[in-house]
């Protein structure tokens, strides 16, 4: 349970002056849209406040060496926190010089062995310092207190709870991984470990060994972390480091949405030189889908279906231009629209709705049209799809067949659907006699896009359908 604390943070408020902002809140999550300045904006609060920030790009290497260099714990902590030995105004040296300037957030911060040289010198002065308090109490004829708990310990504990299945050995100047396997313990170099458990060493040891009340700002949190561990690798290290405050920039809405108790700022756009951004407000939207809203810059389409049903790729084909939101059923769809169009916060966002009328009266569809909810009946639906553009993977064989006796099986991959569509019209086709209608329109359109998916495994079957549907068309 993390203590009840008062943290400060800038941001850039009029003409770019640093603003002070105070919050109990332990961390702050900076989401937005590609493009919107996140990052340059976390670089913005580095430049602006050295002394109080530490801050983790994007860009990190996840290579060391075979032996940990021994540095003191300052000289070390220096390079991790001013990319130098010695203490500085700035953290130029931590970024690299392209030429007009240090780029600050495209550089490749290159820093993982002055980590771990950091975490072992700090482990040896706390030996030092409880050794020197025995030695103390050793004079004066009292008993050793029990031994603290180090960094190193934290390091394991954190590492055991995200990893458990993974030992993380760190002794004599080296850093080993270890495993048991068909009762047999193996060990190997950690520098072998794979991506996620290297970031996860070294966004352990970089968040451990940071000097006390800082504030760390980390870029792209879920780089190379799995979403199972990434909010319960960075709520441990939370725990262990209450003095610091935490921001966090991320594309992750699921991490923003699950990393309770944190405040969200959302940066809307930014020049090149100011940004414009603001506070996420409470609203009836699901957190969730509130920032995957405003982490794109399309309108919104609500439909019904889910993320593994058919809809999504049609509305998506179909409405290239909208970000297209699947809410299950209708009435999500209808409450979420509303809900959507009744948040200030959203308002430069254009939103409708899309649901199958099934039986709902004229007087309902035209009640809905005035929430930017419309309706689309299960034909048009199905014509939309054969009029959409079909996709041929270079990888799908095709192959004729002739014969109609014998049952055929396509192995398509994703384009399965595609045909099942198809059949799906001469289905309705045969059990009603009619083909698909949009209001009392008859559509041919349906008719020839299933055909041009059929005609090539059904070439004789799909003629003689063309001549009796009397459509003058040639496949």
């Known amino acids: 349970m993390i203590k009840e604390k008062d943290y400060k943070y800038i941001l850039p408020g009029e003409n770019n002056k640093p603003v002070e902002h105070q919050i109990k809140s ?21 430049i602006n406040n050295p002394n109080d920030i ?10 060391f060496g075979n032996y940990i260099q021994q540095k003191s714990y300052e000289q070390a902590t220096n390079l991790i926190i001013y990319g130098q030995e010695n203490p500085t105004r700035e953290h130029n040296s ?14 490749l911060l290159n820093d993982y062995e002055n980590v771990l040289s950091a975490l072992v010198a700090l482990q040896i002065k706390e030996q030092q310092q409880f050794i020197k308090e025995c030695k103390e109490r050793d004079k004066e004829g ?14 394991q504990r954190i590492w055991k709870s995200v990893f458990p299945h993974r030992d993380i050995i760190i002794d004599d100047g080296k850093v080993l991984a270890g495993l048991e396997r068909d009762g047999q313990y193996f060990e190997y170099k950690g520098r072998d470990m794979s991506d996620g458990e ?16 800082k504030t760390i700002i ?9 979403r199972s561990i990434m909010n319960k690798l960075w709520e441990a290290i939370e725990a262990e480091r209450e003095d610091c405050f935490f921001i966090y920039i991320t594309h992750d809405t699921q991490f923003a949405s699950t990393h309770k108790n944190s405040k969200k700022i959302w940066v809307k756009r930014f020049d090149g030189t100011t940004w414009e951004w603001e506070e996420v407000q409470n609203s009836e939207l699901p957190e969730q889908l509130l920032l995957d809203i405003l982490g794109n810059r399309k309108s919104v389409l609500f439909v019904e279906g889910t993320y593994d049903s058919y809809d999504t790729k049609l509305y998506s084909e179909i409405y290239k231009d909208y970000y297209v939101i699947l809410c299950g059923s209708c009435s999500s769809v209808i409450s979420q629209t509303k809900a959507m169009n009744s948040n200030a916060q959203l308002h430069n966002f254009k939103c409708f709705g899309i649901i199958d009328r099934d039986y709902r009266s004229d007087y309902e569809i035209e009640a809905y049209k005035e929430d930017n909810i419309f309706w689309r009946n299960t034909n048009e639906k199905y014509c939309l799809s054969m009029r959409a553009e079909r996709i041929v993977r270079k990888e799908r064989e095709e192959k004729c067949n002739f014969n109609l006796s014998k049952t055929y099986t396509i192995h398509m991959g ?24 949009i209001g009392n329109v008859v559509s041919k359109e349906g008719l020839e896009g299933s055909i041009k998916r059929l005609y090539k495994y059904y070439p004789y079957w799909s003629l003689i359908q063309i001549l009796n549907a009397q459509e003058e068309k040639c496949v």
């Open 26 to 46: 332990h961390s702050m999550i900076i989401i937005g849209a590609n493009g919107s300045g996140k990052s340059q904006l976390g670089a913005w609060i580095e």
């Open 54 to 63: 530490h801050r983790i790009g994007a860009q990190r290497a996840l290579t």
């Open 94 to 107: 931590r970024w690299e010089w392209d030429g007009e300037k240090y780029n600050y957030t495209s550089s």
């Open 142 to 155: 009292k008993n050793h207190n029990v031994v603290p708990e180090m960094v190193m310990d934290k390091l």
């Open 198 to 213: 290297r970031v996860g060493l070294y966004l352990i040891a970089q968040s451990l060994c940071v000097p006390s009340d």
């Open 218 to 226: 980390i870029d792209e949190p879920e780089i190379h972390l799995h």
């Open 414 to 437: 994703n384009d399965n659907t595609d045909i099942y569509l198809a059949m799906e019209y001469w289905r309705f086709y045969e059990q009603t006699g009619y083909s698909f209608k």
